[in-house]
């Protein structure tokens, strides 16, 4: 298996996903350690829920048009190409609309919630932003239906650095640092990400777009599950971040988000195989039915199980040395809420792969209902712990809805495709053996 695997053509695509998270990880990672330094904690935190909502709005996008406009162009004839492009076209640009008219209502309501009069600035300057990402998702589609993720790299990559570079320039004291001062570099790097990408887009460019109201029905039909995915799963994501901003303070948003940021880092492998392994059970599952999807599921969540649990264990054991490094001082209350985001990191390979399965052998309905599911759950649990725990009450709502996610996951994967969560645990033995054999024998 894993010898077919590393020299399979999709290794080379899932590096270049790799290497894209990386790209978001450590520039997100630098980014916070910077402006933790720049801002107050409040305005730190302020900051925090502005990029949860650019990013939940990027989210939901991402699978409302970007994921149908890749399925359509793989699947149609070329003919049908422009048709297709201008219907996704005209169909980012209404969504945009949408987005545009709830970040102007929230704008008015926001400091209400939060008290914080920058937030609302900062939902103005989020639609340009909006705007931006019209044409950059659009360049994003097209490159992923042609698995152009070079480009998609490269753009990502310069948008990611861009802010960093605004962000360096105020640490280093030559522009005097605001909130909506960031808000506008953050927009200004989107710009600069939108250039690359049209740069990269001139080859796979049509001769025009038409409009056609058959296919915005198709894109949109096929996309409504797959937002939906996308919509559940970043609240599922995002909704300790609001909760603690609105039931307690921007600041406990701050004393939350290093711990946030460290278990990122488990998202990665995750990320970027669950890329590898959904075109591969794609591939296969025609010709070999469910045994293959048992397989995969089996022997993919064993490879990140044996990948994720050591490093989980080190920073579990040296959770307050992290902590004082990454945050420094007065994030004590950190520390706690970091080893019980290490916990549910270890569950979310087994959920995670679930989705992809399900989304590959053609039970996207399925998939939705789950991750909707695992929201519901994690609001109500949320809102509660928050209210009585404080600010770790946060991430025990999320490992509580993870374990009553993977327990019923587990049954009905047993029950429907006959997997093994023994075999997972077997597998990722195997590899340590192999593992270890390498560096004894081979070495």
Same mark, same amino acid.
């Given at each position: ?195 690359? *990408? ?35 799963? /970043? ?23 290093? *711990? ?26 025609? $010709? ?68 992809? /399965?399900?989304? $590959? ?32 009450? *946060? ?49």
């Amino acid at each position: 298996m894993i010898s077919r695997v590393l020299n399979s053509y999709w290794l080379s695509k899932g590096l270049l996903v790799l290497m894209s998270q990386l790209s978001n990880l450590i520039f997100g990672f630098l980014n916070f350690y910077f402006l933790l330094r720049l801002l107050s904690k409040y305005d730190y935190g302020v900051w925090t829920l502005f990029i949860s909502v650019i990013t939940f709005f990027e989210l939901i996008k991402n699978g409302f048009i970007i994921s149908p406009l890749v399925r359509f162009l793989i699947d149609s004839k070329k003919e049908d190409h422009d048709l297709i492009q201008g219907s996704s076209l005209g169909l980012n640009g209404f969504f945009a609309f949408c987005q545009i008219v709830i970040a102007f209502g929230v704008s008015f309501f926001v400091e209400g919630v939060w008290i914080d009069s920058d937030l609302r600035y900062l939902f103005l300057v989020l639609v340009f932003s909006i705007i931006l990402q019209v044409p950059l998702t659009h360049f994003s589609g097209i490159q992923q239906a042609h698995m152009n993720f070079k480009a998609i790299l490269y753009s990502n990559f310069i948008r990611q650095f861009f802010l960093f570079l605004f962000i360096m320039i105020f640490y280093l004291g030559y522009w005097q640092p605001t909130l909506f001062k960031l808000g506008i570099a953050y927009v200004c790097s989107v710009f600069v990400a939108v250039i690359v *990408a049209y740069a990269h887009f001139q080859k796979y460019r049509i001769g025009s777009f038409r409009f056609s109201k058959d296919w915005v029905s198709r894109l949109s039909v096929y996309g409504k599950y797959t937002f939906g995915t996308n919509i559940s799963s /970043m609240v599922l994501r995002s909704v300790d971040t609001w909760m603690l901003g609105a039931l307690l303070s921007p600041v406990a948003v701050t004393i939350y988000n290093p *711990a946030v940021r460290i278990a990122n880092i488990i998202e990665v492998p995750t990320v970027s195989l669950s890329s590898v392994f959904f075109p591969k059970l794609l591939s296969r599952y025609a $010709a070999e039915g469910d045994a293959v999807a048992k397989d995969l599921y089996e022997k993919s969540v064993g490879a990140l199980f044996a990948l994720l649990l050591p490093v989980v264990a080190v920073i579990f054991v040296f959770s307050e040395v992290i902590i004082y490094f990454v945050a420094g001082e007065g994030f004590e209350e950190t520390v706690s809420i970091l080893r019980v985001t290490m916990l549910t990191g270890l569950i979310i390979p087994f959920n995670r792969q679930i989705g992809v /399965m399900l989304d $590959a052998i053609g039970k996207a309905k399925v998939s939705f209902y789950f991750v909707l599911r695992n929201a519901i759950v994690n609001i109500v649990l949320c809102y509660f712990f928050v209210l009585y725990f404080g600010v770790i009450g *946060a991430a025990y709502a999320m490992l509580v809805t993870f374990c009553l996610s993977f327990g019923y996951n587990q049954w009905y994967i047993a029950k429907n495709y006959n997997i093994s969560l023994g075999n997972v645990f077997r597998y990722s033995i195997s590899y340590y053996r192999q593992f270890f054999k390498r560096v004894f024998f081979l070495g």
